[in-house]
């Protein structure tokens, strides 16, 4: 049994195929880890998803106090969480994605509002696209209409059309303070193990995607609460964390998005009608992908 007593912060990092994106994060996230208050311990666990190349020589030349732990099968990215959350020793857990540059000080941000915010059970950061722009991880919680909406269907223009309400859609914008929401991706979030635990931990029927949404409506349903913080700030390449093509990304998406609602909101849409409109979505996009690479 590990001693959580000796450490304040365990990160937790998924691996798969993931050396071009930790080549630019690992430099910043062991900055981060020196910036650390002296009573503020921490330790780094990489849970590599059977990645072609082990990527244990690379983390110790960048980072020498990682510990990399091999997986022998590639479980998702759920599960890798959760075995890194075993074997962690701190009382809070940063979970982070290998595609992540933290900016200065954005660690000590996330821990300050989940110590400050008596309601936090998480914190998040804000994430920026490579080239400087804003890029949104919060979310509301998915609903059948929304869901439809969001930037990633392919069907969003013409439900948009029919619906030019603001809440077309379930991606949040850019909030200049400290901001309570409804749901989170796991780009980068901070949460105490024992809530981690008392939670359940993420959800291994989701195999990528969806599990950190699951998540944060478990949080809600609880009666936590879940806050963005705008100085916690980071570049997130997007799907550059592994080499897993975009196609495959998207199979799995939609995978997650139907077990999402067949948890959570169970019934006649979501058994009969969304099946339907994920699968038209993902052939849609499929065919957008072939026509762009044409």
Known sequence: MANHGNLCLSVIMVLHNSEEALSDSLPALAEELRRLPEDCKAESLFIDNLSAVDPTEQINSLLPSGRVIRSMQNKGFAAGCNA?????????????????????????????VLNTETDAWATTGRMRNPDGSFQSTCRELPTISNILGSRGSALSSLFRKKNRSSNAGYTLPDYPEVTAVPATAGTALLIRRDTFIELGGFDERF???????????????????IYFCPKAGAVHSWGGGSRSSALKRSRWHHISVWRYFHKRIPGTLTFVVLPLALTVNFLISALLRVFRKA
């Open 84 to 112: 890194g959350a075993k074997e962690a020793q701190g009382e809070l857990l940063f979970f982070v994605n290998p595609d992540v540059v933290l900016d200065s000080g954005a660690i000590s941000e996330l821990v300050r």
């Open 207 to 225: 195999f990528m995607f969806m599990e950190d949404t699951d998540l944060s409506a478990e949080i809600h349903a609880r009666g936590g609460k």
